[in-house]
């Protein structure tokens, strides 16, 4: 789906930084009742966040940090409105790519449970158990296109 009104980028000054906050709150703290300090857990500025325009009003977002030698997929939403119009599988697109080009070893993401089967559609496959994340049951899943193009260059 490529629809002209839709834009991702990365965060380029702090109004966007805020209104990616914003999207956050209202879909992590206000929608899933996750706590402030879960949500705002101090990582942000050591992140790369991502911010979804639709017709120029902000309507989703993502975080992408970097521990280690692998890159973590996180923070990912979008208003209840958008939702299954493919504006998530875009932002998906978007933050593969996006890793892609800065050659990372690993990217993987903390799943809520009901939308695993969203990440399967992705690429990512699950990995580990079942764990509560804010009192929210998620598990682990990592893009398994990314290990298939390492092993194809051996």
Not at 34 to 58: F, N, Q, R
Not at 81 to 95: A, Q
Not at 121 to 148: D, P, S, T, W
Request: proline content about 1%; charged content about 35%; overall charge positive.
């Amino acid at each position: 789906m490529k629809d002209k009104y839709l834009e991702i980028s990365i965060v380029k000054n702090k109004k966007e930084l805020n209104d990616v906050f914003k999207i956050r709150e209202i879909v992590f703290v206000n929608g899933q009742n996750c706590p402030w300090e879960c949500e705002m857990d101090g990582l942000d500025d050591s992140a790369k966040h991502i911010i979804v325009k639709y017709k120029g009003k902000t309507i989703g977002c993502a975080r992408i940090r970097f521990p280690g030698n692998r890159t973590k997929l996180e923070r990912i939403a979008l208003l209840k409105e958008y939702r299954g119009k493919g504006f998530g599988r875009e932002l998906m697109n978007y933050l593969i790519r996006y890793c892609r080009r800065k050659k990372v070893e690993e990217i993987f993401l903390h799943s809520q449970l009901y939308v695993k089967n969203f990440y399967k559609k992705c690429g990512f496959r699950l990995r580990g158990k079942i764990f509560l994340e804010a009192g929210i049951e998620h598990i682990e899943m990592y893009y398994e296109e990314l290990n298939k193009d390492k092993r194809s260059l051996l």
